[in-house]
């Protein structure tokens, strides 16, 4: 399924930051201080559309994750995915 009407995505929210540790609200960890990394339950996006014609079926896209995980061989390590967007 392609949008030609998508011109730009960009990630936002807690997974566009880097990761940081927090003290979690459970009480065996808050009572200790013992502090975890951030856990990233969705990603967030944001998209610069030329035309809202397709609004309906974006919404409807289908999701990585949310229907099937994918699996290792369709995971694109950090390393590619950011050099091959800002090549």
């Not at 880097?18 to 975890?36: C, M, N, Q």
Request: hydrophobic share 40%; proline share 7%.
């Amino acid at each position: 399924m392609s949008f030609p009407s998508v011109r730009a995505v960009a990630v936002i929210g807690s997974v566009a930051k880097a990761l940081w540790k927090e003290v979690p609200r459970f009480s065996e960890f808050r009572r200790k201080g013992i502090e975890v990394w951030h856990e990233c339950r969705d990603l967030d996006l944001a998209l610069w559309i030329d035309s809202q014609e397709q609004l309906s079926a974006l919404r409807r896209a289908p999701r990585p994750g949310r229907y099937e995980r994918p699996t290792s061989k369709e995971l694109v390590p950090a390393s590619s995915a950011s050099s091959s967007i800002y090549s």
